[in-house]
């Protein structure tokens, strides 16, 4: 729920909207290099095939819209609870309105997929502008828990939110890491 306090000043704070921000940029000038080489590869011989890719050109720049918007977002773990700051904003859940926390995690190839679960005693906030994204109806992890909660994707900041659950999160709510299919991880993850 939107909060107009903040976290306590000794609050771990993760900030990774700039970090995927930037990765998000990283990929796009690469595309976009590409792009230019294939126009420039155009003009030069005069092949065709060249073309095609300037609709991928004019296309990527959409691909940074969302990590624009999100590259002031903060998560931050103190004793009152998981906070989710993002510009002016801040959303606490605070740590007696749940029923567990923990990290799921699923192996897709190469790549380890992380996501914070977030299971609340009551309903979830779906109409809150920070927290509504992040509900999730997924398959209970053991009884007690409910099918609605939050899910926050913390694939690249996974070690650190780890740590700082571990230090701040209740040990009575804490279930620890449960591995998860993936589909199951895919398809509850943020759009």
């Known amino acids: 729920m939107i909060s107009d306090s903040r976290p306590d000043p000794d609050a771990t704070f993760i900030r990774h ?6 990765w998000v940029l990283a990929v796009v000038v690469i595309i976009v290099v590409v792009c230019v080489g294939g126009l420039v ?13 300037v609709p991928l050109g004019l ?11 999100l590259r002031h977002e903060v998560t931050a773990l103190d004793g009152n609870g998981f906070w989710l ?7 606490l859940i ?12 699923a192996r897709a190839n190469k790549t380890i997929y992380y996501s914070l679960e977030l299971c609340p005693l009551g309903e979830t906030h ?6 509504g994204p992040l509900v999730r109806e997924a398959e209970p992890l053991r009884s007690g828990l409910p099918r ?5 994707d913390i694939s690249d900041s996974f070690p650190v939110h780890e740590k700082a659950l571990r230090r701040w999160a209740p040990a009575e709510l804490w279930f620890g890491r449960e591995e998860r299919t993936r589909a199951e991880m895919l398809a509850g993850m943020a759009p």
């Open 17 to 22: 909207g700039l970090r995927r921000f930037l």
């Open 148 to 152: 609605h909660r939050y899910r926050f």
């Open 41 to 53: 590869n155009v003009l030069v011989t005069g092949k065709a095939g060249g073309w095609l890719l």
């Open 59 to 69: 296309f990527v720049p959409l691909l940074l819209r969302k990590p624009w918007r």
């Open 85 to 91: 700051l993002s510009g002016k904003q801040a959303a």
């Open 126 to 131: 779906g109409d809150d502008p920070l927290l």
């Open 94 to 105: 605070p740590w007696d309105s749940l029923a567990g926390v923990g990290i799921y995690w």
